[in-house]
């Protein structure tokens, strides 16, 4: 649920390139697995849930941040997601309350849907994701190659350019929804957009907390098995895309986050399994957590910052609320 939005970026860019056939966009709609879990195996779910209630800050998606110095403005750290569903675009009023006083607004890349930023994702993408070997599928058989290929073409590009990926972007690409994908091509607004658009309307100083192409180096040091893993799991099932971004967005609904962490593949099959992706978790997750812990740290000296980052930097014990305790901030749930 985090930098799919790059992976996605890409595609939209090239969705809405006229030498790419531009059908009628799948429907969002897919399973919540979550909901599944709960009807279907009680048992199994409450166990499920006892150890989703542990995950430390796992409920919650606005914090409140007070600074270690007297007199200095509290500030605000939001989970965002990567949707283009309006109810959750329109923010919750405890959400434009914090934003709206804020001086500076930090997101992970300052004017990620802008041309630059997009060149950048495109030109990344062509230096470091392109195989023409053909690698990106090895090891599937042709089943998996043809359902890759129909969720490749889904998206909006030639089902031939799934050959000429490599494992790590191939995979990334796989997990976007077609339909946010298409939603993003026509050019409606995310999270992550609202957030930042708001924070200019209101004078506030915008700051990145990452460059596209550190984004982009972390997710693309997952190691092929890996990814492959990955690839296998997402197109196991037709319908996974859209049990992934049901399944995402109503914990997200929920203010659960934090319970993802606690999800395994004997309930809620392999693509939701987290242990399984511990490496994978690592260096998209947990490094980039600290990256973006010391680089927001000043800003919140200062008071008055809004820090909006993908609402899955903030649970766990590598999580940004907890690396926030550990510098020495009070930091307490706001909604």
Known sequence: MLSRRLAAAFAAALVASPVVAQEAAPSCAGRDLISK???EDPKAYAAFETEARAVPNAEGLLWRITPKAANVAPSYLFGTMHTTDADLVALSEPVRAALKDARTVAVEIADANGAAAQAEVVAYVTRNAIDLSGKGLEGLDEAQRKEVGRRIAENG???SVASSLKPWFLGITLQVSACETRRMAEGLPTIDFAVERIGRENGAKIVGLESVTEQLDAVSKVP???ARRMIRDTVATPEAGGDLQTTTLA??????VGWYLAMKGGLFGAGFDVEAYADFMSELVDRRNTLMSERSKAL???GGAFVAVGALHLPGQKGLVELYRRAGYVVEKAW
């Open 37 to 39: 879990a709960k009807a």
């Open 157 to 159: 590009l030639p089902a």
């Open 224 to 226: 092929d098995e890996t």
């Open 251 to 256: 914990l997200y609904r929920a203010r659960k």
């Open 300 to 302: 919140i000296d200062e």
